[in-house]
């Protein structure tokens, strides 16, 4: 009876999101059998109010309502039809999570979503594949170094899950290091990458480096200034950028800032409250209660209004602004939800002055309609980040495979892609496996309820399991780089790696045991992903997917999850 659908240009113009200002127009077809004689569209949020539809009349069995308008305000709005038909009012929404108008009471509104016209995201980083390497774990030219508390280990030795005591110290060493990464940047291109997200390299004394020590210095274990500036200059060759990850929202205990265990001269913030970073923690009761991250007691957090830290973070001479400098071509920011919205802006504000750098934020649920500590936040609206990582995607594919809905998957898809702003969904991170989730294939394998992390940390799969994930994994992969975003793979999944969660999705890189038929798929998806364009579709039919960018075709039977790409 109602012919609307969001998703279906025809009816709505622009797809998704509209910039501030932007021309907005709705085009509403309803039966002339309903015998509607006027409409409006309601919208409410970050703005409220009511346009009247005016009637183009009736064709074909239709009379159909029109609108054209804009909003000059950035926010989330939602938007429903109010239809009357003498003295009686009609209410249209949506029934599900599809972009279809039905007739009825208390429907779901449509989102939409208005960013600042003004909004802009890195050109360098535009539709290239990212390589995430956990850095102490990728590769490592020996070099002498040793950790300087710890352990070190012999490259492919079974990682510690935790000491004799029962706790996890992530003090356990595989020196992977900027050497290696320069020997194996010809490895990245042929994989067609263009950029290489970092996890943490500043100096800290765990093997993941989310504590930091020292925002100014490069871990000693990792490398030294020097070799770092070679990275980024031999990564420019090749043409691919680095990505640093700015882990803002919490220091190491064991940091110059905070110096717990006395190893750093000078006074930190547990010493003496005449330190110049006590007031950037919270101490409830001085020096041994504070706030941490996940009540974390090694990582001390740092006060959200803390002016001080903001400005050694994004001020002038500060942490962003020195390794920016060095050719760093973006940055993640960890843990975004705990940063507040005036210390993202200042961050944007000082990336975007230093030239065409990429800001990506780890939020894992809809950016858009994100509430942490009470607020709206405000990611994609122009003046926080660029982009995200795309986690509900990843949650998307997994949940296709689980349950063969390919409904619920399109719609999944389309929600985020008619939530975000285009440039801002184009620029997030595709993702399908990270270091604080379950390697992909492994989460692809059968369930076998494995109760303890010790027998998570042995298992294997057998032959016939693991050809069952790996094809399934194919598939998969193919979906994540025919999805609108940045491909990203975390380093290891392109040779099959396993692992359940943290620590054990965190191994070495296994050199020498590559599942080569795994890597050349790969490489063949980053092959053809170069010949992309941002323009896409996905659709579900007669138990099947099918997804297209630029030239190309894939599609998926859910029967068996085999697939093709054409021309």
């Not at 390589?131 to 492919?156: C, L, M, Q, S």
């Not at 009761?285 to 957090?301: L, R």
């Not at 492994?442 to 076998?448: E, F, P, V």
Request: with cysteine; aromatic share 14%; proline share 3%.
């Amino acid at each position: 009876m109602l012919k609307f659908d969001s998703r279906d240009s025809r009816f709505k113009k622009p797809f998704g999101a509209a910039a501030s200002g932007e021309t907005i127009t709705i085009v509403f077809p309803v039966s002339a059998s309903l015998s509607v004689t006027g409409s409006a569209l309601i919208y409410r949020g970050a703005g409220d109010g009511r346009i009247e539809l005016y009637d183009l009349g009736e064709d074909a069995g239709y009379r159909t309502f029109r609108a054209e308008f804009s909003l000059k305000t950035p926010g989330i709005y939602y938007y429903r039809f109010e239809l009357y038909r003498g003295g009686e009012t009609l209410y249209a929404g949506r029934a599900s999570d599809d972009g279809k108008a039905v007739i009825g009471e208390w429907l779901k509104e449509w989102q939409l979503t208005v960013y600042d016209s003004n909004f802009r995201t890195a050109d360098w980083l535009k539709g290239r594949i990212i390589y995430h390497i956990f850095p102490d774990r990728f590769k490592r030219v020996e070099d002498g170094k040793r950790p300087a508390y710890g352990r070190f280990k012999i490259w492919g030795d079974e990682l510690t899950i935790f000491d004799p005591d029962g706790v996890y110290r992530a003090n356990d060493f595989y020196g992977g290091n900027i050497k290696g990464i320069i020997s194996k940047l010809d490895y990245l291109k042929s994989l067609g990458v263009g950029a290489i997200y970092l996890s943490p390299v500043f100096e800290s004394h765990s093997n993941h480096r989310y504590d930091t020590a020292d925002y100014m210095k490069i871990d000693p274990l990792f490398g030294t200034e020097k070799e770092f500036v070679e990275l980024v200059k031999e990564a420019e060759k090749a043409d691919i950028g680095i990505i640093l990850d700015g882990v803002f929202n919490h220091t190491g205990a064991d940091s110059i800032y905070f110096n717990k265990f006395g190893h750093y001269p000078g006074l930190g913030a547990y010493q003496s409250k005449e330190s110049p970073y006590y007031e950037w923690y919270t101490f409830t009761e001085y020096p041994d209660k504070y706030d941490c991250w996940w009540g974390v007691t090694v990582v001390p957090t740092v006060r959200r209004d803390s002016e001080s830290f903001q400005r050694f973070i994004a001020g002038d001479g500060g942490v962003i602004e020195k390794w920016t400098s060095m050719g760093v071509k973006g940055w993640r920011l960890d843990v975004a939800d705990e940063l507040s919205t005036p210390f993202i802006e200042k961050i944007r504000e000082k990336v975007k002055s230093m030239g065409d750098i990429a800001l990506i934020g780890e939020v894992w649920e809809d950016a858009s309609t994100k509430i942490s500590y009470g607020e709206k936040r405000r990611y994609l609206f122009g003046d926080e980040l660029d982009g995200t990582m795309n986690y509900p995607f990843r949650t998307a594919i997994l949940n296709l495979f689980k349950d063969r809905n390919a409904t619920a998957f399109v719609n999944a898809v389309m929600n985020i892609a008619e939530n975000y702003p285009r440039d801002a969904l184009m620029q997030s991170m595709s993702l399908l496996g990270t270091h604080d989730t379950v390697r992909i294939v492994t989460a692809l394998g059968d369930d076998h309820n494995l109760r303890s992390k010790s027998e998570r940390l042995l298992y294997r799969m057998g032959k016939d399991e693991y050809s069952r994930a790996k094809h399934k994994l194919k598939a998969a992969s193919a979906l994540q780089y025919f999805l609108p975003g940045l491909p990203t793979i975390y380093y290891g999944d392109e040779i099959g790696m396993q692992g359940y969660e943290d620590p054990i999705n965190r191994r070495p890189f296994a050199e020498g045991f590559e599942d080569e038929e795994l890597l050349a798929h790969y490489r063949y998806l980053g092959g053809i992903h170069r010949d992309f364009t941002d323009d896409f579709s996905v659709s579900a039919a007669k138990g099947k997917l099918t997804l297209r960018r630029g030239r190309y075709t894939l599609t998926v039977s859910l029967t068996d999850f085999s697939y093709t790409i054409t021309q």
